[in-house]
């Protein structure tokens, strides 16, 4: 199973609401990640998990709160977005952190009113 | 700032024909990858070269690394209309943790 998986695929949040976005890997790897990518634009590395512990932050604001349950999940708590933060989240995984390819999920869209 | 640089920004080209995308990047490196992105996709991995290799072939695609120019071109052989996609390059940079992707190009194969 080299397969990532994220849900929602879409999600539509008001700017007091909380949300979670969920990304789920079986591969056995042990470094995840999350990104941003606006429309026409790269992905922006948000933050890496390596063995289940935050290891990298690319200074997110505290609006988005990453978290690791265990080896196979990733959640990305969303709190009092702003609309400039309506974008395509990616979560991926490699089997370890760093210089490995990475593995990536389909998206999840949000849009933020 | 952005690791990598790509041209062109946006390629259109025939069904048949082939297609060239660069990648420039600025600090050393082990490894550069590229990934294709299909419209508002996730990423798809196509090919990883090592700082010590000049040249890899993967099926129809062609990805070579001067290191000493701090570049890297993929070139797509008989490209299909299903090539349609955005191709980044990416490289992990100093330290290894990060990936940090280029601005990518936009190909168009007209059918």
């Known amino acids: 199973d080299t397969e990532v998986t994220q849900t929602p695929k879409h999600l539509v949040m008001g700017m007091t609401n909380k949300k979670s976005l969920k990304c789920e890997q079986h591969m056995g790897h042990r470094a995840m990640y999350w990104y941003k990518q606006k429309a026409k634009k790269p992905p922006e590395l948000m933050f890496v998990y390596s063995y289940e512990k935050l290891s990298i932050n690319e200074s997110v604001p505290s609006r988005f709160s990453p978290e690791c349950p265990n080896s196979s999940l990733l959640n990305l708590h969303l709190h009092a977005l702003q609309p400039e933060d309506s974008a395509l989240y990616l979560c991926a995984s490699s089997q370890e952190p760093g210089r490995e390819t990475q593995y990536f999920g389909p998206g999840t869209r949000l849009l933020v009113l | 700032s952005q690791q990598g640089e790509e041209d062109p920004q946006a390629l259109s080209i025939q069904e048949g024909e082939n297609a060239t995308m660069n990648c420039s990047y600025k600090t050393s490196i082990n490894n550069l990858q590229w990934y294709r992105q299909n419209s508002g996709r996730g990423l798809v991995h196509l090919i990883l070269?090592?700082?010590?290799?000049r040249e890899k072939h993967s099926g129809r695609l062609r990805v070579t690394l001067d290191t000493s120019k701090k570049s890297s071109s993929l070139l797509i052989t008989a490209s299909r209309a299903a090539d349609t996609a955005s191709y980044f390059c990416a490289t992990d940079g100093t330290g290894g943790f990060k990936t940090i992707f280029g601005a990518g190009t936009r190909l168009f194969v007209k059918a």
């Open positions: 070269i090592r700082s010590n290799e």
